[in-house]
């Protein structure tokens, strides 16, 4: 996983700036997650920064035990406003080196705390990328949470039970970019394009 606090800020800021980005227009467009609109995309990702940002205050719950397939997310009237400062509050919760000790709970799994913050790291960093192309979105994620994600997804390419998460690993070639190679081991094509 990660033996080292990884400050998530910076990449929750490049989310941020996605978000920002993304036009009423886009919200109905597909991503490359399959049952995902944009909308729902940003609803995934509202919810579990709620979700990992209570799990990294140990302030377990309604917010850490639902499943994230437990519905269709989706957004609010006020997304556009809640979302960064969502987003700012995850960060902050991992910036306490006790986040990343001790056991949590996340998705009403609970995992150890470091093992929780490398999934989330995974998540901010892959689901940026989900939104950056669904959008047609430069993406420079944060090169320490790309490394980290990249990391922790390689670590999960043989676990059997990973198919309860991810889709099938895409094979990427060994010299291509990290983010192609980690979007790769994720189960999604990086070559995919908005249709």
């Not at 989330?120 to 940026?128: K, Q, R, S, T």
């Not at 043989?158 to 081991?185: K, N, T, Y």
Request: proline share 10%; with cysteine; glycine share 10%.
């Amino acid at each position: 996983m990660t033996d080292s606090i990884i400050d998530l800020g910076p990449q929750t800021q490049v989310l941020a700036r996605l978000a920002e980005g993304v036009t009423d227009q886009q919200l109905t467009g597909p991503t490359p997650c399959p049952d995902l609109r944009v909308r729902n995309l940003l609803g995934h990702l509202l919810g579990l920064s709620v979700a990992f940002r209570d799990a990294g205050r140990k302030n377990l719950g309604a917010t850490t035990d639902t499943a994230p397939t437990a519905s269709v997310p989706d957004i609010g009237p006020g997304w556009r406003e809640e979302f960064p400062k969502v987003l700012d509050e995850l960060a902050g919760a991992w910036r306490d080196p006790a986040a990343w000790t001790g056991m949590t709970r996340a998705g009403g799994v609970d995992l150890p705390g470091a093992v929780a913050g490398a999934v989330a790291i995974d998540e901010l960093v892959i689901h940026g990328w989900d939104l950056a192309v669904a959008t047609g979105q430069p993406y420079d994620p944060d090169p320490v949470a790309l490394r980290a994600a990249h990391d922790f997804l390689l670590a999960s390419k043989d676990d059997p039970s990973r198919g309860e998460i991810f889709g099938p690993v895409v094979p990427v070639p060994q010299d291509a970019a990290l983010l192609d190679r980690a979007v790769g081991l994720s189960g999604r094509d990086p070559h995919w394009t908005r249709p």
